[in-house]
C-alpha cells in the first residue's frame, strides 16, 4: 500500500519560509514522478511544482515560480517544497502527490495523495 505523509507546515508571517516533506513508502521512490498540489479555502485544488525521478528536471507554477523549490531526496525516500517570501494567497493545504513514472502538473495520473499538511500566512 503506497502512503504519503507530509510535514512542515504551519503558521508564518508574509515574506516568512517554510520547508513541506513528504514520506513515501510502499512503492520504489526511484520509479516515482512526483508533484505538490494545493487547495486554498474555497478553491480548487491546483498545481504547484513537479519533479522528475531523477530529480535534474522540474515544473514550477507560474504563480510560485521564483519564490517555491521542489527537491527531492532519493535516498530518504522524501520530496520537498521549500517555500520563501510566502504571501496571504498562499494559504491553503498542500498536498504531495506520486505517479508511476513521469512527472507531470495535471492531477490524472497521480494515483498516490497525502492527506495533506495546513500552511497559514497572516501577520
Known amino acids: 500500500q503506497v502512503q504519503l505523509v507530509e510535514s512542515g507546515g504551519g503558521l508564518v508571517q508574509p515574506g516568512g519560509s517554510l520547508k513541506l516533506s513528504c514520506v513515501l513508502s510502499g512503492r520504489t521512490f526511484t520509479d516515482a514522478g512526483m508533484a505538490w498540489f494545493r487547495r486554498a479555502p474555497g478553491q480548487d485544488r491546483e498545481f504547484v511544482a513537479a519533479i522528475s525521478i531523477s530529480g535534474k528536471d522540474t515544473l514550477i507554477d507560474d504563480t510560485v515560480k521564483g519564490r517555491f523549490t521542489i527537491s527531492r531526496n532519493n535516498a530518504k525516500n522524501t520530496l520537498y517544497l521549500q517555500m520563501n517570501n510566502l504571501q496571504p494567497e498562499d494559504t491553503a493545504v498542500y498536498y504531495c502527490?506520486?505517479?508511476?513514472?513521469?512527472?507531470?502538473?495535471?492531477?490524472?495520473?497521480?494515483?498516490?495523495w497525502g492527506q495533506g499538511t495546513q500552511v497559514t500566512v497572516s501577520s
Open positions: 502527490a506520486s505517479r508511476p513514472g513521469y512527472y507531470s502538473p495535471d492531477e490524472v495520473g497521480y494515483d498516490s
